[in-house]
C-alpha cells in the first residue's frame, strides 16, 4: 500500500502545490539576467575585500544563513572564503537589540554595525512588509551599501525602499520561498563563474606593473663599460624637472578611486 492509499488526497495536494510553482516560473525565468548581473558585482565586491550582509524573519531567516554558508563554505568547487554574515545567526545579539531597542531596530543597528560604504546588503522577505527589514535597508542607504531584496509580488514597501529587487510573482508564500532559494543557488553560481574573469584581470594587472617596473629599472641604470673603469653611478634624474625657485608646482594629483555606479535613484523592481 502506498502513501497517497494511505492518506487520502495526498497526491491532491501535492499536485496543488507544484501547479502553484509551475505557474510562477515562467514569470521568474525573466529574472536571470538580473541574477547575473547581482552575481558579477556582488564577485567584485567580495574579491576586493568587501562584505555581504543578510537578513531575514522566519523561513527566510534560515535562507540568509543558507547562502552565507555557500560563500563563507563553497557552493560546488573549493575556492577562497568569503566574507558573508546572516544578521539572523548573532543569537545574543538578535535578543539583546529587540529588549534594549524594539524588534524594528533587530537588523538595522546590526547593519550600522558591520555595514561599510560599497558592502551589500540583501533582504528576504515573502511578503516584504516587514518593518525591521525596511528599517535595515535604510540604515544600509544611509551607510552607503548597496541594497537587493528578495520579496514577493511587487508593489511593496522592502523592493521600494531597496535599490533593486527580485519579486517573486506568486501569491503563495511557500512558492515566494522556494524561489528565494533558487534564486541564493543562481547568485552563488555566477559568483562562482566570475571569480576566474576577474582572477585573470587581476593577475594581467600585476603583469603590467611587473613589466612596467621592469621597464623603469632598465631605463635608469647606467651599465659599466669593460673597458672605462669603475661602474658608473645609477642615474637619479627625475622623470619631471623641479620647478624654479620660488614657485611651487600645481595640477591634478591622481590616485587610486573605486568609482561605484548604483540605480538606488529609483525602485528597480524585477517581477
Known amino acids: 500500500m502506498t502513501g497517497a492509499d494511505i492518506v487520502p488526497g ?8 507544484l501547479a502553484g510553482l509551475t505557474a510562477a516560473l515562467p514569470a521568474y525565468r525573466r529574472t536571470a539576467r538580473l541574477l547575473a548581473r547581482w552575481g558579477d558585482q556582488l564577485a567584485r565586491r567580495l574579491v576586493g575585500g568587501g562584505r555581504l550582509l543578510v537578513a531575514g524573519n522566519g523561513g527566510s531567516a534560515a535562507e540568509a544563513q543558507h547562502l552565507t554558508a555557500e560563500l563563507v563554505g563553497k557552493l560546488r568547487d573549493d575556492r577562497e572564503p568569503f566574507s558573508a554574515i546572516a544578521l539572523t ?5 538578535l535578543t539583546a537589540i529587540g529588549n ?3 524588534f524594528d531596530e533587530l537588523f538595522a543597528r546590526q547593519v550600522r554595525a558591520h555595514g561599510r560604504p560599497g558592502d551589500i546588503l540583501l533582504l528576504l522577505s515573502t511578503s516584504g512588509r516587514s518593518t525591521n527589514l525596511v528599517a535595515a535597508a535604510v540604515a544600509g ?3 552607503g551599501m548597496r541594497c537587493w531584496a528578495l520579496t514577493g509580488p511587487a508593489p511593496n514597501p522592502l523592493a521600494t525602499v531597496c535599490a ?13 520561498q522556494e524561489l528565494h532559494l533558487v534564486s541564493a543557488h543562481v547568485l552563488c ?7 576566474p574573469v576577474l582572477a585573470g584581470a587581476s593577475a594581467a594587472g ?18 659599466p663599460s669593460a673597458t672605462t673603469g669603475p661602474p658608473a653611478v645609477p642615474a637619479t634624474t627625475p622623470a619631471v624637472p623641479p620647478a624654479p625657485a620660488g614657485h611651487t608646482r600645481s595640477g591634478p594629483v591622481r590616485t587610486g578611486v573605486e568609482v ?6 529609483g525602485s528597480g523592481v524585477e517581477d
Open 89 to 93: 545567526a548573532e543569537t545574543s545579539a
Open 189 to 195: 553560481e555566477h559568483v562562482d563563474l566570475a571569480l
Open 141 to 143: 542607504r544611509e551607510i
Open 206 to 223: 600585476r603583469a603590467a606593473v611587473s613589466a612596467g617596473d621592469d621597464r623603469a629599472v632598465s631605463a635608469s641604470t647606467v651599465r
Open 260 to 265: 561605484v555606479v548604483d540605480g538606488s535613484a
Open 100 to 102: 534594549d531597542y524594539g
Open 164 to 176: 533593486e529587487a527580485l519579486a517573486v510573482p506568486s501569491p503563495d508564500p511557500q512558492v515566494v
Open 10 to 17: 495526498a497526491a491532491d495536494l501535492l499536485d496543488r502545490h
